[in-house]
Nanobody, 117 residues
Framework: QVQLEESGGGLVKAGGSLRLSCVVS????????ISWHRQAPGKQRDLVAT???????TYESSVQGRFTISRDTATNTAHLDMNNLKPEDTAVYYC???????????WGQGTQVTVSG
């Protein structure tokens, strides 16, 4: 059974930084496509960043250049480094992992990020 443990959220002032972590267990980490998503109050859950098994990455345009997604195979952990945070980045952030692109994948419990203006 796949389990995801997220951490690293919190309250930060605009311009600040946070690092989110997602520890993965119960599956083969190297085979996973890992993504971070976020959901603001009253809005749909949106894709923020993806890292593939090759190490290639993609980003939503509003976070390009500010956020960095990475994966650490030694600790089975994915990270999302967020710099120059803005109030509009405020949301619950979720980690998702999947082996097959067409599958729903597995979700973490979410971690709250709040950016004060």
């Amino acid at each position: 059974q796949v389990q995801l443990e997220e951490s690293g959220g919190g309250l930060v002032k605009a311009g600040g930084s946070l690092r989110l972590s997602c520890v993965v267990s119960g599956t083969t980490f190297d085979r996973l496509v890992i993504s971070w998503h976020r959901q603001a109050p009253g809005k749909q859950r949106d894709l923020v960043a993806t890292i593939y098994t090759t190490g290639d990455t993609t980003y939503e345009s509003s976070v390009q250049g500010r956020f960095t997604i990475s994966r650490d195979t030694a600790t089975n952990t994915a990270h999302l480094d967020m710099n120059n945070l803005k109030p509009e980045d405020t949301a619950v952030y979720y980690c998702n992992v999947k082996i097959f692109p067409w599958s729903e994948g597995d979700w973490g419990q979410g971690t709250q990020v709040t950016v004060s203006g």
